[in-house]
């Protein structure tokens, strides 16, 4: 199924719903990632969406940093798709089956994130308070 954000055309693939409770816990790529944007010591949670940009961008992951709500992939050259300081984000909305990030800057378009089908509801919850904990602090 293919969606249209922004302008640009992204994929819902099927996938497995994973999380990462720890930075060792991240596939490989996206641990490198965030230790090249400096972010891996500040690591706090992260989920598998299904969400895949583009046919060269692999499915994103939605992880929280104790700065930043990051969009990151296993891409080899791309591995941080998005990045979001707190400042951008005005909130993050969540449902059954997706988080929306809704951006601070009416002229930037908000960020829809499709869970996987099985996303355990408990894991969301654990998502957002991960995100307020690290927001306040």
């Given at each position: 199924?293919?969606?249209?954000?922004?302008?640009?055309?992204?994929?819902?693939?099927?996938?497995?719903?994973?999380?990462?409770?720890?930075?060792?816990?991240?596939?490989?790529?996206?641990?490198?990632?965030?230790?090249n944007a400096g972010q891996a010591d500040?690591?706090?949670y992260a989920l598998k969406t299904a969400?895949?940009?583009?046919?060269?961008?692999?499915?994103?992951?939605?992880?929280?940093?104790?700065?930043?709500?990051?969009?990151?992939?296993?891409?080899?050259?791309?591995?941080?798709?998005?990045?979001?300081?707190?400042?951008?984000?005005?909130?993050?909305?969540?449902?059954?089956?997706?988080?929306?990030?809704?951006?601070?800057?009416?002229?930037?378009?908000?960020?829809?994130?499709?869970?996987?089908?099985?996303?355990?509801?408990?894991?969301?919850?654990?998502?957002?308070?991960?995100?307020?904990?690290?927001?306040?602090?």
């Amino acid at each position: 199924m293919a969606v249209t954000m922004a302008g640009d055309v992204m994929r819902l693939v099927r996938t497995r719903p994973e999380r990462a409770l720890r930075v060792e816990d991240l596939p490989e790529r996206i641990r490198g990632a965030l230790v090249n944007a400096g972010q891996a010591d500040g690591f706090r949670y992260a989920l598998k969406t299904a969400l895949k940009p583009n046919a060269t961008v692999p499915i994103v992951w939605a992880v929280i940093t104790s700065n930043a709500l990051l969009c990151c992939t296993t891409h080899a050259k791309r591995g941080v798709w998005r990045k979001y300081g707190f400042a951008e984000v005005n909130s993050v909305r969540v449902s059954a089956t997706r988080l929306d990030i809704v951006s601070s800057d009416i002229d930037t378009p908000d960020l829809g994130l499709p869970l996987p089908d099985g996303t355990e509801r408990a894991w969301v919850n654990e998502f957002m308070r991960a995100y307020e904990t690290a927001r306040v602090t």
